[in-house]
Every structure is written in structure tokens, then in C-alpha cells.
């Protein structure tokens, strides 16, 4: 691993397996990334709410992420 990269698994739920293509996966990225980079690097509709999570703990776009760090996409459901 470069000095400058990271690494952090991306874990995705539900519906967004199918389309992305994966269910966990293992990526590097450089340093100072941020959940709203990381997300964007995955083919997800940009519009569809969806609630991401940290390592357990939900988390704003701008928050830059940490070597080892675990993300967890979901989308949002809802009903009764």
C-alpha cells in the first residue's frame, strides 16, 4: 500500500448489491478522502436517499474518512 492511500471497505445493503455489483469490497483511496468522494466513485443514482453509515455511526458527506474504516450504504426504506 502507498503512503498516501488508505484503505476502507465498503459494505452495500439491500437493493444497491445488484447494482453496483458487489456486497463488501475491500478499496484504496488517497488520503484525505471524503464518504462523499468514496460515494461517488460507486455507480449509484446520485438522487436515491440513502443513509451511510461510518464504522456503526451515521456520518455527513464532508467527513474525511480513516485507514481501516468500515462505510455502509443502505438505501432508505419506508412503510408501516
Known amino acids: 500500500m502507498d503512503k498516501n492511500t488508505i484503505k476502507v471497505t465498503i459494505k452495500l445493503i439491500g437493493p ?8 463488501e469490497k475491500l478499496v484504496e483511496m488517497p488520503e484525505g478522502v ?12 446520485p438522487n436515491r436517499p440513502k443513509i451511510i453509515t461510518k464504522n456503526g ?12 474504516d468500515r462505510i455502509a450504504i443502505s438505501p432508505i426504506y419506508s412503510g408501516g
Open 16 to 23: 444497491l448489491i445488484n447494482q453496483v455489483g458487489f456486497s
Open 34 to 45: 471524503t464518504v462523499e468522494k468514496l460515494v461517488s466513485t460507486l455507480p449509484l443514482d
Open 57 to 68: 455511526q451515521a456520518v455527513a458527506p464532508n467527513v474525511e474518512l480513516k485507514d481501516g
